[in-house]
């Protein structure tokens, strides 16, 4: 293995542009620490893609590591495919979004790959849409998601229009890691050899998307009803400022309030620390507009506006931001209830949920007579399902508990657009019924028990602390904990062992009480951090939580 040093001296005598070398010397005079990290090992080209932080190095998001990604995918698709081979690319609001995106659209035109490359920032979920409206052979997401801003990303999607699984991610992987150089890779165009043409999209594919999205609808007749709905809605500087208002106006809503600091695009993220509706800090602005303005809801889409969070007045009338788990529980319930009125449900209908989403959405499932599938963590296994069930079933929805959700199949990943469209309309609907968002989500509870979840995450950044999160998954396998919440263990689940769940191999563990409460431990395999998913059921759930986080995070 080459000392991190000598990799990064190649990178002055290598073929890197004059100002790349003049960074990385930077780093060699200045900052010790951060030579290491930005050189110590390749950027992982993982089986989803690349994550990581912006800068110079092999370590990091850079155009040459974007390159490289991009010549080992084109390497692939020219393998596999015999005749004219076509990817779509569409990116975020990042800073380098667009470059990367431009330059992954020149390395596969240079390669004889067409390319339609979205004229302007569009949504992950509108660039899984297209790919499947343009029958093209693959696609390429610049987005690092709601990571902060240091970071960016590059995910890759097949024809289906889902995020790729195995055993094509393997395999592009493979073919990734052969690229050893930004040498091998074909920025420019090879004289002699036809290149395959960059072909803007962008307003038309607009349409097709909001036309087919919105119309997934189950109550026009209830938001007729509701028009008049107040529904906050921010960005946070990412891609759904135009196309989350544009969809709530054509399913009939006709009050959306704006943030407007929020509606600028910008990879800076200004007015708030990470863009991840996930955080209550991130929501703040929108809460507050809410009750400047009497708003009865609040709508937050991360930068690729595929992640949806919401907020809802309670019963005294305060803003309360839900969690995913509490989001998707009632819209499930809602869109099956909807399914049977309109006497749409059979035996081949199903959802799907990940397997640290709560186990509420099953139990809602199972008494709708609709079966619930269990996949791994992350929405392209959710994409699978409805991938390997073409023909033989239809999915009427699937969530995972880090706010992402889907209805239908004309998008084949979460997408937020989906989802605030039909939270907006179950509010409708739910007025309709005399209650408020948050008093349904009471009658869930009421009808299926208690259902508590809490997801909590230790940060351990650079090389040590990707070595202290494996240690840490080592030692709850050797020695794993006897009691969770004072509830002897009954059942452990090594998502390592394929042979025994049937899943695909994956780094995580579950951890069972004897009264159904959960505990799933998972490294995260975009940032670096290890999360704990703690669930629990029962009356007494909220204080079993408690003491799940005192006996797991210290």
């Keep these: 293995m080459k000392n991190y040093k000598d990799v990064a001296q190649a990178w002055l005598t290598g073929n890197f542009d004059d100002e790349t070398k003049a960074q990385v010397r930077e780093l060699m005079e200045t900052d010790p620490v951060a030579l290491e990290d930005a050189f110590y090992r390749n950027l992982e080209f993982g089986t989803g893609g690349l994550r990581g932080v912006m800068g110079v190095g092999t370590n990091r998001m850079n155009k040459y590591t974007v390159g490289m990604a991009t010549q080992g995918l084109a390497n692939y698709i020219k393998a596999q495919v015999s005749g004219p081979a076509s990817v779509c690319i569409s990116h975020d609001s990042r800073n380098n979004s667009r470059l990367f995106a431009e330059i992954s659209a020149s390395v596969l035109s240079n390669n004889g790959i067409h390319v339609y490359l979205f004229e302007d920032l569009r949504p992950t979920p509108e660039l899984s849409y297209s790919i499947r409206l343009k029958k093209a052979t693959a696609g390429i997401m610049i987005t690092a998601s709601h990571n ?178 509490q989001t998707w529980s009632f819209l499930t319930w809602y869109v099956l209830h909807r399914w049977k009125e309109l006497g749409k449900l059979d035996s081949s209908k199903y959802c799907v949920k990940t397997i640290v989403t709560t186990e509420l959405i099953a139990a809602i499932c199972e008494s709708f007579g609709v079966k619930c599938y269990n996949v791994l963590t992350g929405f392209k296994y959710i994409a699978e399902v409805v991938k390997q069930n073409e023909g033989k079933g239809e999915f009427i929805c699937g969530g995972e508990e880090s706010y992402g959700f889907n209805l239908g199949e004309f998008v084949r990943d979460k997408c937020a657009q989906v989802a605030g469209i039909m939270v907006a309309e179950c509010a409708a609907w739910a007025a309709q019924q005399g209650l408020t968002l948050w008093q349904l989500l009471q009658k869930v509870y009421q009808e299926y028990g208690l259902y508590v979840e809490k997801m909590v995450y230790i940060v351990r950044k650079g090389k040590s602390g990707a070595e202290e999160i494996q240690q840490i998954m080592a030692d709850y396998r050797a020695n794993p904990p006897q009691l969770l919440a004072g ?22 563990l579950q951890f069972f009480n004897q009264e159904g409460d959960v505990v799933t431990v998972r490294p995260s395999g975009t940032e670096p951090k290890i999360k704990f998913y703690f669930g629990a059921k029962g009356s007494n759930a909220p204080a079993k939580i408690e003491a799940l986080k005192a006996q797991f995070i210290s």
């Design 148 to 325: 902060p801003k240091e970071y960016n990303g590059y995910k890759v999607f097949w024809s289906d229009g889902g995020q790729i699984t195995a055993p094509v991610d393997k395999d592009i992987v493979a073919e990734v890691a052969k690229i050893e150089d930004p040498a091998h890779v074909r920025f420019t165009p090879v004289p002699g050899e036809k290149t395959g043409g960059i072909e803007p999209m962008g307003a038309e594919v607009d349409e097709c998307y909001l036309r087919d999205i919105t119309s997934l609808t189950l109550s026009p007749e209830a938001v007729k009803k509701h028009a008049d709905l107040k529904i906050v809605y921010t960005p946070l500087h990412g891609c759904g400022v135009h196309l989350m208002p544009e969809a709530l106006k054509r399913v009939g809503f006709t009050q959306i309030i704006h943030v407007p600091e929020q509606d600028i695009p910008d990879g800076n993220f200004p007015t708030v620390v990470s863009p991840n509706p996930e955080e209550p800090a991130a929501m703040a602005m929108a809460l507050a507009k809410a009750d400047q303005t009497g708003a009865d809801l609040v709508l937050a889409t991360d930068p690729d506006a595929d992640r949806l969070g919401i907020a809802v007045r309670d019963n005294e009338g305060k803003m309360v931001q839900l969690t995913g788990n």
């Design 487 to 508: 509830s002897p263990l009954a059942k452990v689940i090594d998502y390592n062992k394929p042979q025994e769940t049937g899943l695909p191999k994956s780094n995580v």
